[in-house]
């Protein structure tokens, strides 16, 4: 990771193997309340915030410059092309990119033997 944020009020988990790329952030938080009321306080505004967790699978790729919101699950061997926004969860090795991120194509050439990625060549 180079020049991540990761703003956690929930849970934020990344597990093995992961590669962020520079510039991505990661929130498990709206940070303010929606109702314009609530945010002119900050205290109260703070407490009526949304938050979700965010999971990262084993050997899941992030493109640079991408954002990840509050719910997502990103799958195990998942890739995220570059400066996408992700706002949804993305199943297992598949590639999603772009604003918001939208399926490209499942990753090729990829067996799983007893969580070991293999790739054919």
């Known amino acids: 990771m180079s020049g991540t944020t990761?703003?956690?009020r929930q849970k934020v988990t990344i597990g093995d193997h992961v590669?962020?790329?520079?510039?991505?952030?990661?929130?498990?938080t709206d940070f303010h309340s929606l109702d314009s009321a609530l945010r002119r306080?900050?205290?109260?505004d703070s407490k009526n915030t949304s938050n979700a967790e965010v999971?990262?699978?084993?050997?899941?790729?992030?493109?640079?410059h991408?954002?990840?919101?509050?719910?997502?699950?990103?799958?195990?061997?998942?890739?995220?092309g570059a400066a996408s926004l992700v706002a949804k969860s993305i199943p297992a090795y598949e590639i999603w990119a772009g604003n918001?991120?939208?399926?490209?194509?499942?990753?090729?050439d990829v067996q799983v033997e007893n969580k070991t990625l293999v790739y054919n060549k």
């Open 100 to 108: 918001p991120a939208r399926f490209l194509k499942k990753v090729n």
């Open 6 to 8: 990761i703003v956690c």
């Open 55 to 64: 999971i990262i699978g084993n050997d899941a790729f992030i493109g640079a």
């Open 19 to 28: 590669k962020i790329g520079g510039n991505t952030v990661i929130y498990d």
């Open 66 to 80: 991408s954002t990840i919101l509050k719910g997502v699950t990103i799958g195990e061997g998942a890739i995220i």
């Open 41 to 44: 306080d900050w205290f109260t």
